[in-house]
Antibody
């Protein structure tokens, strides 16, 4: 059974860092396009970042470029999102997704990140 | 910062057909595929349509997608109470080198 489980969310102050994890089971992150998408509670969806199958291509939304870094650990079958210089407008539920927009599209239940002083 | 525009709401009675529009530009919808997601309250989004008009396994054929030029639409036929949800279109934007979501449409079954 395919499962995607995010963790690492929490309350941080502006300017601080946080690393989100996305543990995958039932498939390999090294054989899938992996994405991060976020949603401010009560608001719409925003795509954040993606990594391609060989891990050499990454893309970021303009609002997080230079502050966020997507990476993965194939041995742990886990995707990460390192978030630095966090701002209040980064407050959101962060979802991890496999094969976003594809026939094997699978999402986790999300992890809440709150940036507040 | 959504660059894809959707109507904020749509509604219909059970059994009716509801259509949701998604308007973009030549750098996104006009240049690549459109995808549609359904999000029920308190849950993660679920893919309904990929590559403009393809349905993933398990999605009822009551849901259909189409695209023309820089616009796309999602149709729900035979509306059911369980279709009450938020619906989002999304596409790749070549000028931004990233995916862009629509503003979202809340569907209400009267």
């Amino acid at each position: 059974e395919v499962q995607v489980v995010e963790s690492g969310g929490g309350l941080v102050q502006p300017g601080e860092s946080l690393r989100l994890s996305c543990a995958a089971s039932g498939f390999s992150v090294s054989r899938s396009w992996m994405h991060w998408v976020r949603q401010v509670p009560g608001k719409g969806l925003q795509w954040v970042s993606r990594m391609n199958i060989d891990g050499r291509v990454t893309n970021y939304a303009a609002s997080v470029k230079g502050r966020f870094t997507i990476s993965r650990d194939n041995a742990k079958n886990t995707l990460y999102l390192q978030m630095n210089s966090l701002r209040a407008d980064d407050t959101a539920v962060y979802y991890c997704a496999r094969d976003f927009g594809g026939p094997n599209d699978d999402w986790g239940q999300g992890t809440l990140v709150t940036v507040s002083s | 910062q959504s660059v894809l525009t959707q109507p904020p709401s749509a509604s219909g009675t059970p059994g009716q057909r509801v259509t949701i529009s998604c308007s973009g530009s030549s750098s996104n919808i006009g240049n690549d595929y459109v995808y549609w997601y359904q999000q029920l309250p308190g849950t993660a989004p679920r893919l309904l349509i990929y590559k403009n008009n393809q349905r993933p396994s398990g999605v009822p054929d009551r849901f259909s997608g189409s695209k023309s030029g820089t616009s796309a639409s999602l149709a729900i036929s035979g509306l059911r109470s369980e279709d009450e949800a938020d619906y989002y279109c999304v596409g790749w934007d070549a000028s931004l080198s990233g995916y862009v979501f629509g503003t979202g449409t809340q569907v209400t079954v009267l």
